[in-house]
């Protein structure tokens, strides 16, 4: 399977974006899908993960209540909508597909296919 994130941008503090992220070569209901995010350095950190059906959400606690993940496997896409965006969410945000069972994977290590990234520059 392969990975490709896009929507990142440049946006000021209290914006939104939408990440999209498009899965092709493989079946997307076969995976677990994440989005992880790296700021200038700093380590790769979890943002958000949804379970294969799309029945079960997690979020980091930075951005519980400003983001939201969700797929629609029919078109072979993962979303994240983000709002209400602070200088601290900048980065390079990745989407991966994890095929094992879902557990609310939160480690980078637990994710087995990486897409490219897309940047998010927030200013303040």
């Known amino acids: 399977v392969q990975l490709q994130a896009s929507g990142g941008g440049s946006v000021q503090a209290g914006g939104s974006l939408r990440l999209s992220c498009a899965v092709s070569g493989g079946r997307p209901a076969n995976y677990n899908m994440g989005w992880l995010r790296q700021a200038p350095g700093k380590e790769r950190e979890f943002v958000a993960a949804i379970r294969r059906s799309g029945s079960a959400t997690y979020y980091a606690n930075s951005v519980k209540g400003r983001f939201i993940i969700s797929r629609e496997n029919m078109k072979n896409a993962v979303y994240l909508q983000m709002n209400s965006l602070e200088p601290e969410d900048t980065g390079v945000y990745y989407c991966?597909?994890?095929?094992?069972?879902?557990?609310?994977?939160?480690?980078?290590?637990?994710?087995?296919?990486w897409g490219q990234g897309t940047l998010v520059t927030v200013s303040s």
């Open positions: 991966a597909a994890d095929q094992g069972l879902w557990n609310r994977a939160s480690l980078p290590e637990e994710y087995d296919v």
